[in-house]
């Protein structure tokens, strides 16, 4: 069974940064398109960094050039390095299969990034 724990959360100012890891276990991770999902309060998760299993990334609008989306196959993780970041990037994060997203599927308790001064 597949799991995933992100951490690196935290609260940072405006124009701050930080870095998110997600650690997988199960089999296979090598050939899955991972995602970068975030929750704010009181709207739906949204996807906001994808990365294929050849390492090509795909950012949402909103955070293009700002975040960078990363794997490591031997390591069985993926990252996520937010720079500038804004009020409105605050959210729970979470790291999941993209096919186990679709399905609703694969959620952990995901990591809280609040962005304010």
């Known amino acids: 069974q597949v799991q995933f724990v992100e951490s690196g959360g935290g609260l940072v100012q405006p124009g701050g940064s930080l870095r998110l890891s997600c650690a997988a276990s199960g089999t296979f991770f090598t050939i899955y398109e991972m995602g970068w999902y975030r929750q704010a309060l009181g709207k739906q998760r949204e996807l906001v960094a994808r990365?294929?299993?050849?390492?090509?990334?795909?950012?949402a609008d909103s955070v293009k050039g700002r975040f960078t989306i990363s794997r490591d196959n031997a390591k069985?993780?993926?990252?996520?390095?937010?720079?500038?970041?804004?009020?409105?990037?605050?959210?729970?994060?979470?790291?999941?299969?993209?096919?186990?997203?679709?399905?609703?599927?694969g959620w952990g308790q995901g990591t809280q990034v609040t962005v304010s001064s």
């Open 51 to 59: 990365i294929n299993s050849s390492g090509f990334p795909d950012y």
């Open 76 to 105: 069985k993780s993926l990252s996520l390095q937010m720079n500038s970041l804004k009020p409105e990037d605050t959210a729970v994060y979470y790291c999941n299969r993209v096919g186990l997203a679709l399905a609703g599927k």
